[in-house]
Structure formats: C-alpha cells, structure tokens
Nanobody
C-alpha cells in the first residue's frame, strides 16, 4: 500500500513563492499519476494540478494556471508543486494524491481528471498567504 507525505507548507507573503513536496513510500511513485488538491475553510476540496506517470503531461485548474507548476522525480519518489505569485486566496491545506487512472479530456479542460477517484492521499500541508 502506498503512503504519501507532504512537506514544504508555511506562512508566506503575497507575491512570493513556495515549493511543496510529496514523497511516496510502500510502492513506486511511477505506479501513479499524481495530483495536488487543496481545501480551505468553507469551500469544497479543489483540484489544483495533475501530472501523468512519466511527467510528460500536466494539467492545471484555471485558478493556478501560469503560476503553479507540478513536476515529479520518479527516481526520488517525489512529486512537487512549485507555487509562484502566491495570493491570499491560495491559502489552504494542500494534499497530494495518487491515481491509477486519469481522464485526459477532463484534465485538458482544467477539471479534476480523476472521476474514478484516487488511490491514496497524503495528510496535507498548510499554506497560508498573507496580504
């Protein structure tokens, strides 16, 4: 069974950058397409970004496109989310997750590309952006 652990969250000012990491154990990272989601008080969980097994294709929600970059290093069993030009509305608990299936059509439209769900989730890392 795979286990994901996120790190890298913190308190930053608007306009700055932060990089989140998600490290896998128990099973190889390249068994999974990887994604980042976020959840803030009073809002539903929101899809942020996804990346295919090899890292060849990436998908983003419109709210983060052009500011966030998802990547992965399968040799290091780690996925990343580089967040630039952070805004106060990016404040949330960020989760990484892995899936064995991905809907490319949904991803290309900036939607959650995992209609069949995700295999495993991390515990989350908190990002707080002050204005």
């Amino acid at each position: 069974q795979v286990h994901f652990v996120e790190s890298g969250g913190g308190l930053v000012q608007a306009g700055t950058s932060l990089r989140l990491s998600c490290t896998a154990s128990g099973r190889p990272l390249n068994d999974y397409a990887m994604a980042w989601f976020r959840e803030s008080p009073g809002k539903d969980r929101e899809f942020v970004a996804a990346i295919t097994w090899s890292g060849h294709d990436t998908y983003y929600a419109d709210s983060v496109k052009g500011r966030f970059t998802i990547s992965r290093d399968n040799d290091k069993e780690t996925a990343y989310l580089q967040m630039n030009s952070l805004k106060p509305e990016d404040t949330a608990l960020y989760y990484c997750a892995g899936a064995t299936r991905l809907n490319y059509g949904l991803g290309l439209r900036g939607l959650d590309p995992f209609p069949d769900g995700l295999a495993a989730w991390g515990q989350g890392t908190l990002v707080t952006v002050s204005s």
